[in-house]
């Protein structure tokens, strides 16, 4: 009950008023139990970024919430909230979409991304999207970040660093079974749909400890106003193979 014991019902920050700050602090009150149950921990953590933007790229695994548990660790030792790049298809939703706009969550843009960055602010997101996150158990603890450039546009565009944090370990909290109609799917209509396996038969999550590994900030290697495609795809390149071997140590670690 470590992460749990920490919550509290009113916080120093008024900005968030009415059914924001009721969907703020239940998504709160969740991911701390989570982080409870998962024995989770942040190694690393000295290498976030004290101030200023930057971009915080996480892994995607199907459980998905293993991401937002570094929300928390940037609340605990920053006093931050990140804002968030939401999936398309989830904020779009009549039922979940107004929660996680509530949240924080946007439908960002290259530009708008960036300049939420220029203006200082924590960007949270996973690269890998739904795709990544539907991978069956057989391609479990890897990432697939092939042509998600947008990220990486953001960082360079606003002058601001990466950081990565990976959490390989969160693949074992569900099996995914390997079914072409799964990849069929959401390649037409990028509509969500697995079968899983959880805590036993069920779709509980498994209490696997997670342990999140925290990269050093990866700078821009050229200036926001020099920017081309190329310096794009070649950072991406860059950034991808660090969250490989990221993904590789934190193994080590759970």
Known sequence: MKSLSRFRLRDDDTSRQGAANVAFKSAELILRSLRDYHSHEAVGVENI????????????????????????????????????????????????GPFFRELGFIEGSRESAAESLRNGQILGLLPGGMREALRSSKDKYRIDWRGRFGFVWSSLLSGTPIVLAACPRADDIYDVADLSLTRRVYERFKVPMALVRGYGPSVIPRPIRLVHLVSEPIEPPVAPDQVTERDVVAHHATVTARMDELMKEALALS
């Open 49 to 96: 970024p004290r101030e200023g933007g930057f971009v915080m790229a996480c892994n995607h695994s199907f459980a998905t919430y293993d991401g937002f548990l570094m929300a928390v660790i940037l609340k605990d030792d920053l006093g931050r909230i990140p804002i968030a790049i939401g999936d398309r298809l989830m904020l779009r939703s009549r039922i979940f």
